[in-house]
């Protein structure tokens, strides 16, 4: 046999797949389950949404609503979306152009950069980012262009966006309120944003999935509502974090007519469509279940302050997060070198699960000392973990 350099399944992969990594949700989850500890990690709540949900997604399961969606989405949901829109927002959309549904944010927000990324292309991202947004603008052939939320407070510096704008940016994709730091853009910080895409002409593609997870009387402002925006603006939100149901996968799409007509023609060639039955019973969610997500911002306002107390006592340096699921702490004081080799560490130390923050940064000076505690838990979890952590000994 003639030796062969492409024998490896790592050489076979297609180089622009190379250097991105495999997901730290899927490594930290199994971590979890493989070390029997409690998961702080990835973002998913241990209790599941409404039960009139699940219930009309029986009902649609029995009533044959098995084959494919619409591409688009089925009606109702798209109905319920602009709906949704109107009552919180004073956004008026057609259901019929300028809303569609899409497998999760995920699917929406590599349709987004698929449709308008072009190879060499730059986008400019805030990090540390969420981490499908390298993979999909990597997988697009596109260039990113990080600006930097700093610890402690993980504010916009406006003249690093400036900064980051070159005459190869077409597009900004923004994601607030923000996964992993839960910061929310204030209005300067949005009103800067739009500054920007204006005077460069540029889409701003914005990830709203916690949209309605906000805190100490806080409310999110979409961007595509400031002055001169709607233009330029395609939003993305999803039934996942609104709703308690993650695993659903059903997202969303608005936008003008335009620009929602782009992502759909990268979209169709993604899943086409997908959760069938689910759609209508997120419809349901959405226009019967508002008390659901009102009083879940509410729980998790209340862990969110247990959670960063607990961490405070054992002296890390937690930002308090206006929104989210996720608190982030500096953990230098325990001597570590980076956040990675402390969340490999921590299961077997304390048994708790953490997801090392520095993977969401290229700025490796910046992110190298963070660590992501996502909240979204049963209350019992996080006292559990915080006794633990508090048992246990941190130091390298
Ligand atoms: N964007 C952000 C910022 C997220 O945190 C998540 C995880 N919910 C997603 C997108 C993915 O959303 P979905 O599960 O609806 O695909
Ligand atoms: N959005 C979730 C988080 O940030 C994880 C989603 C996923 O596993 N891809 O933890």
């Known amino acids: 046999m003639p030796a062969s350099t492409s024998a490896s399944p790592r050489n076979r992969m297609a180089t622009r797949l190379r250097s991105i990594p495999p997901t730290i949700f899927s490594e930290m989850s199994a971590l979890a389950l493989r070390t029997g500890s409690l998961n702080l990690g990835q973002g998913f709540p241990d209790r599941d949404g409404p039960a009139s949900v699940v219930e009309a997604a029986v009902e649609a399961l029995r009533a044959g609503r098995n084959q494919y969606a619409p591409g688009p989405g089925v009606p109702e949901l798209r109905q319920a979306v602009a709906e949704h829109q109107a009552r919180h927002y004073g956004i008026e959309l057609d259901p019929t152009s300028q809303v569609i549904v899409t497998a999760g944010a995920t699917e929406a927000v590599a349709a987004a950069v698929f449709a308008l990324v072009e190879p060499g292309e730059e986008m400019v991202v805030l990090e540390p980012y969420y981490d499908s947004y390298v993979a999909c603008i990597e997988m697009a052939g596109g260039v990113r262009r990080p600006v930097t939320l700093r610890a402690p ?60 997870l906000v805190f100490d009387g806080r409310r999110h402002v979409p961007l595509c509502t400031l002055p001169g925006m709607w233009d330029r603006t395609v939003t993305i939100s999803s039934a996942g974090k609104t709703f308690s149901f993650t695993g659903w996968k059903v997202g969303w ?14 979209k169709q060639w993604l899943t086409f469509t997908n959760a069938a039955p689910l759609q209508p019973a997120v419809a349901h969610a959405l226009t019967q279940e508002a008390g659901f997500y ?32 996720f608190a982030t702490a500096d953990v230098r004081r325990y001597g570590f070198r980076d956040s990675m080799e402390f969340c490999l560490a921590l299961p077997e130390r304390a048994g708790v699960v953490a997801i090392p923050e520095q993977v969401f940064f290229d700025d490796q000076d910046a992110g190298r000392h963070l660590v992501r505690w996502a909240f979204c838990k049963e209350t019992s979890v996080i006292e559990d973990a915080l006794g633990r952590l508090a048992a246990a000994d941190l130091y390298a």
């Open 153 to 212: 407070d993980f504010r916009l510096d406006v003249d690093a966006l400036r900064a980051a704008v070159t005459d190869r940016t077409r597009t900004i994709l923004l994601n607030t309120p923000h996964n992993p730091t839960g910061a929310m853009l204030d209005r300067d910080e949005l009103q800067a944003v739009a500054d920007v895409a204006l005077e460069h002409d540029l889409v701003v593609v914005t990830d709203e999935v916690y949209e309605h």
């Open 253 to 266: 799409v608005t936008g003008p007519a335009e620009l929602v007509s782009i992502v759909l023609a990268a």
């Open 294 to 325: 009102e009083e879940l911002a509410g729980g998790l306002q209340t862990k969110r302050d247990l959670l960063v107390s607990g961490l405070r006592e054992l002296d890390m340096d937690v930002y308090l997060p206006e929104a989210t699921y």
